[in-house]
């Protein structure tokens, strides 16, 4: 989460934070919208990073609004793929050791969640601090609590220098000259912004869309329309406007400031909590009073309004807003515009979803798997919208299915089960759309090594689509079949479903179902059978290299690497697996990363160069726990890894070894890329 706006003042509430931090484990920062509780955190956080040798973790979330997801999402954030059905467990290993600072920006809708959640961490992990910005206290034993008060305003009758000292001024002056370069405060303005200061109550959003408004009118007439506003809230009242009342005010009369047109786009806006694009805007947003060709500039007038935030990410722009101002614009919708541009919505990001799998054999899947990243909190909007009507169920459950590529490359496994379970509860229809459910939720079960919850997943969907004779997914519940059956122990019996499954794929012409077998039975059939293991691994990657499928590629790297380690040909297997382990640094693939950390270092061992066979297993360990999984858990992993680990440790002797070990494990995931790539341990820990 990142803050491009300039900060200002709070040197007060900056030490205060820092001095609490100090002291208490567990610090909220409280304080009414629109007061600047967000922008103190993340300053504080950059302040004290210095103090947490294990980092500063800053975790955003208004974008969450299911607390069911809490662990998950934060398990995600900090890169962590669960071995199980609850995420804690690995949450809390991950933490227990670390001396880290984890702040939770945004917590107040999920506020029961949100205490449980960080009792818990706060008890097992003994050296982790936590800081949460919320409108309520979390209410947990040993909570520090910090009201975050407006900005300091001046009084009517200060001088030019006293005014100028109070950070509300600042503020002010700072953003009108982002809008009117030159702007300062001068003799002949300075009353008139202390008034403006004093009017807004030295809150912070409210200055800064009172500040926008200077683009098309003077001070003083913007003083006057604030009199005006505020005059007629306070008519019939000796008592001033609490300051959750002048915020409010001042986006009332920012919103009719707005244009007709403005103002519908700003409360469709509102549905987005993940942000906006312009394609996206134009296609949910336009239409009943909004001209297409029209968003692109109603989007920049908004902006101009500091009604939108627009930021560029990966090479897109994108619009969002704060989330005071988002709830403000879903307010404005009626009933009718809701439901309106609900189906809209959902259909949208259905479509997206669908045309931007990446685990289709295509050049781009780098970016559709960014892009599904960058629109996830929108898409369980979708999903949650049509899980919650009983018509559109089967529209959910088929968008949280045709995720299932997505969550096995980001390791969300615990979040796309979670939206499978709830979907299939709410389709009980046998047909294509529940099968397909069933064999992806068996799937990302059998990567967690929950068994016995993926068995009759799996049995389920294979009867249905024997039953409706569908021959393309039939396939895909042998090949994951296959899989089963190499974790409960039959590797023969595997290998052949996954052969099965590939003549399938092929009989249909699927070549997405065919790239998946190919990869399935390079990896789980290296120790089956590694000479056809290794045929099925050259021809993904002869496939994978046609179509430039860089993930694909990578993926035929390791298999087929694993495939040759196998059939002795060492030094084939090093090099493609080096190919594979920096594509997979470059795009955070630590699932695939791992696996190549861990067949490195066998390459090393191989050539008897045991301190850094040594330095990769600690390396590699650190990211198996990250990824929630263990090499002794997967059948073609489980023998190379103890022969390397014991010989290394005879060869190095236990000292020497686990000094080598502790080494790599110190080095973190760029780091250990370049390192696994050529460097040196020493050297890349001084990177």
């Known amino acids: 989460m990142t803050d491009t706006s300039s900060f200002v003042g709070r040197r007060v509430e900056l030490s205060a934070a820092k001095k609490a931090l100090s002291k208490a484990r567990l610090l909220t920062l409280t304080g009414p919208g629109g007061v600047g509780k967000t922008r103190l955190a993340l300053r504080v956080a950059e302040c004290v990073r210095g103090s947490y040798p294990d980092g500063v973790e800053i975790i955003e979330l208004a974008t969450l609004e299911t607390g069911d997801l809490l662990t998950a999402a934060v398990a995600e954030a900090l890169r962590l793929r669960s071995p199980g059905p609850d995420p804690m467990d690995v949450l809390v290993d991950h933490l227990s050791g670390k001396r880290m600072l984890l702040v939770l920006d945004n917590c107040e809708h999920l506020q029961d969640f949100c205490a449980g959640f960080v009792d818990r961490l706060l008890r097992a992990a003994p050296r982790l601090r936590i800081m949460t910005t919320s409108r309520q206290t979390l209410g947990v034993y040993g909570e520090q609590v ?157 902006v101009d309004k500091s009604v939108l935030i627009s930021e560029r990410r990966e090479a897109e722009l994108r619009y969002r807003m704060l989330e005071c101002l988002r709830a403000y614009g879903w307010e404005q919708l009626t009933p009718a515009d809701r439901r309106l541009l609900r189906h809209r919505y959902v259909h949208h990001y259905r479509d997206l979803v669908e045309r931007h799998r990446p685990d289709r054999l295509v050049p781009d899947q780098v970016e559709r798997y960014r892009l599904l990243r960058r629109e996830l909190p929108n898409v369980r909007v979708a999903v949650e919208s049509c899980l919650s009507e009983p018509p559109l169920a089967p529209m959910g459950l088929g968008t949280a299915a045709a995720m299932w590529a997505y969550w096995l490359f980001a390791g969300s496994l615990n979040e796309g089960r979670y939206w499978l379970d709830r979907g299939l509860e709410r389709v009980p229809e046998e047909n294509r759309v529940r099968a397909t459910a069933l064999w992806v939720d068996s799937m990302l079960a059998l990567r967690q090594g929950d068994v016995a919850a993926a068995l009759p997943r799996l049995e389920e969907s294979g009867a249905i689509a024997r039953r409706i004779a569908d021959s393309r997914v039939l396939p895909y519940v042998i090949r994951t079949s296959g899989v089963a059956a190499f974790s409960t122990g039959d590797t023969r019996l595997g290998f052949e479903l996954l052969q099965e499954s590939l003549a399938l794929h092929r009989a249909v012409g699927d070549m997405e179902g065919v790239l998946f077998s190919l990869y399935f039975g390079a990896a789980y059939g290296s120790v089956e059978d590694p000479g056809r293991a290794a045929e099925f691994g050259e021809e993904l990657l002869a496939l994978a290299e046609a179509h430039h499928a860089l993930i694909s590629r990578a993926y035929a790297q390791l298999s087929l690497g694993l495939a040759l380690w196998n059939l002795g040909e060492c030094d084939r297997a090093e090099t493609l697996v080096t190919a594979a382990t920096k594509f997979a640094g470059e795009i955070g693939d630590y699932w695939c990363l791992t696996q190549c950390l861990e067949v490195l270092a066998w390459a090393a061992g191989g050539r008897e160069d045991h301190m850094r066979a040594a330095a990769l297993l600690g390396a590699a360990n650190v990211l198996w726990q990250t990824t929630g999984a263990a090499p002794e858990r997967l059948c073609y992993h489980a023998a190379s890894h103890r022969h390397c680990a014991r010989q290394a440790r005879r060869a190095l002797g236990r000292s020497a070894f686990a000094a080598a070990f502790r080494t790599g494990a110190r080095l973190g995931p760029d780091r250990t890329v370049a390192y696994a790539t050529g460097g040196s341990a020493r050297t890349a820990e001084r990177v």
């Open 146 to 302: 910090l009201t975050v008060p407006s900005l300091s305003v001046p009084d009517s009758d200060r001088t030019l220098r006293e005014i100028a000292r109070h950070d509300s001024v600042r503020l002010f002056v700072e953003r009108t000259s982002r809008i009117l370069p030159g702007f300062s405060l001068r003799p002949d303005n300075a009353a008139c912004v202390a008034r403006l200061a004093r009017r807004l109550e030295g809150i912070p959003l409210a200055i800064e869309l009172a500040a926008a408004r200077l683009r098309t009118v003077p001070l003083e007439q913007l003083a006057r329309e604030l009199d005006e506003r505020f005059d007629v809230l306070a008519a019939g009242t000796n008592a001033a406007l609490p300051r959750h009342r002048t915020l409010r005010a001042t986006m009332d009369w920012s919103f009719r400031l707005c244009s007709a047109e403005e103002q519908r786009l700003w409360a469709r806006l509102s549905m987005f909590p993940g942000g906006v694009d312009l394609d996206t805007a134009e296609v949910v947003c336009s239409g009943e009073g909004i001209d297409c060709l029209d968003v692109l500039d109603l989007l920049s007038g908004l």
